[in-house]
């Protein structure tokens, strides 16, 4: 597709569920990278794919985050026993391999209560 | 001291004047800049790329690169009430490589 989908559009969540959120990039784009914001628009870095390599994961919490990107199937971000400060907005995006901009997707509010 | 830093606002501009946003980055090595608008509830927009030193113009707006002061700047002209939105500065050390994010400048722009 011409635009970074990510689904759901919100998700709510009681502490200590799991939480999984998807994102189709844009199509030809073979850099996937996804990033939090959290209040006051702190932007944080989680993790970035190559394909379905794993290029950089310098901002993931390890311990309850996990990330894929698979063929043929959109990527997923993964948080396992969710806590209060994991509500954020998660953005998508994507970018081609010989460019340096990064498109955006919707993102993904995730509510824990 | 933050990778990028920008000033939070609230800047607020009358409409029809120059809207300027400033920002400073830390890592010398940074390669590329870029400029996002993100209104609220919404994913950031490219708004404007910069990679050399000097300036930028893509109709009402001016991207300006000063790599020795490790300073960027975007100029708005003639700014509307649609251009009010958080401004991001974001800065990229080499392709493929992850985008670290200013805190963003809030700009309002009042009729």
């Known amino acids: 597709g011409e635009e970074v989908a990510q689904t759901p559009k919100h998700l709510v969540r009681g502490e200590g569920q799991k939480a999984k959120l998807y994102c189709a990039p844009i199509?030809?784009?073979?850099?996937v990278f996804w990033y939090q914001q959290v209040l006051k628009n702190e932007f944080k870095f989680l993790i970035s794919?190559?394909?379905?390599?794993?290029?950089?994961e310098t901002g993931m919490p390890k311990e309850r985050f996990s990330a894929k990107c698979l063929p043929n199937s959109p990527c997923s971000l993964e948080i396992q026993a969710t806590k209060l400060e994991d509500s954020a907005v998660y953005f998508c995006?994507?970018?081609?391999?010989?460019?340096?901009?990064?498109?955006f997707g919707p993102g993904t509010r995730l509510t824990v209560l | 001291q933050k990778e990028v830093e920008q000033n939070s606002g609230p800047l607020s501009v009358p409409e029809g004047a120059i809207a300027s946003l400033n920002c400073t980055y830390s890592?010398?090595?940074?390669?590329?800049f870029f400029w996002y608008r993100q209104y609220s509830g919404k994913s950031p927009e490219l708004i404007m790329s910069?990679?050399?030193?000097g300036d930028k113009e893509d109709g009402r707006f001016t991207a300006q690169l000063n790599k020795a002061s490790q300073y960027v700047s975007l100029l708005i002209r003639d700014s509307q009430p649609s251009d009010s939105a958080t401004y991001l500065c974001?800065?990229?050390?080499?392709?493929?490589?992850?985008?670290?994010f200013g805190s963003g400048t809030r700009l309002s722009i009042r009729p």
């Open positions: 995006a994507s970018s081609q391999p010989d460019r340096t901009w990064q498109y």
């Open positions: 199509k030809g784009h073979s850099y």
């Open positions: 794919f190559q394909n379905e390599n794993v290029f950089d």
């Open positions: 890592d010398r090595v940074s390669q590329s």
């Open positions: 910069i990679y050399s030193n």
């Open positions: 974001a800065v990229l050390r080499s392709s493929a490589s992850k985008i670290i």
